[in-house]
């Protein structure tokens, strides 16, 4: 088992900069990639970024590359951030990051991920 704990979400204003933090515990050693996604009010959960545990090498939505960056904790390896700039409206949402362990699904699918944090609300008002 997994556990995922986030944090840092908040209300804040348009072109505000927020930054999430994720860490893994456990059996953290069977995680492959940790994604972030998001869910906005009535829509469906959509994929943000992602990191591959090994290579460090990292993946975005088209609606969040140049605002968002994904990065790992250089002194806890099991700490994952999204750094969110220039925060619009748009990016209200509750924001939940994840765990994979497999490698049968693509890492921008949901069912990818096997394991889900609580979710954090970031909220932007205009």
């Known amino acids: 088992q997994v556990q995922l704990v986030e944090s840092g979400g908040g209300l804040v204003q348009t072109g505000d900069s927020l930054r999430l933090s994720c860490t893994a515990s456990?059996?953290?050693?069977?995680?492959?990639?940790m994604g972030w996604f998001r869910q906005a009010p009535g829509k469906e959960r959509n994929f943000v970024a992602s990191l591959r545990w090994d290579n460090e090498i990292t993946n975005y939505a088209d609606s969040v590359k140049g605002r968002f960056t994904i990065s790992r904790d250089n002194a806890n390896k099991n700490t994952v951030y999204l750094q969110i700039n220039n925060l619009q409206p748009e990016d209200t949402a509750v924001y939940y990051c994840?765990?994979?362990?497999?490698?049968?699904?693509?890492?921008?699918?949901?069912?990818?991920?096997?394991?889900w944090g609580q979710g954090t609300q970031v909220t932007v008002s205009s």
């Open positions: 456990g059996r953290s050693v069977s995680i492959n990639t």
């Open positions: 994840a765990a994979r362990t497999g490698f049968t699904r693509m890492i921008v699918d949901v069912k990818a991920y096997d394991y």
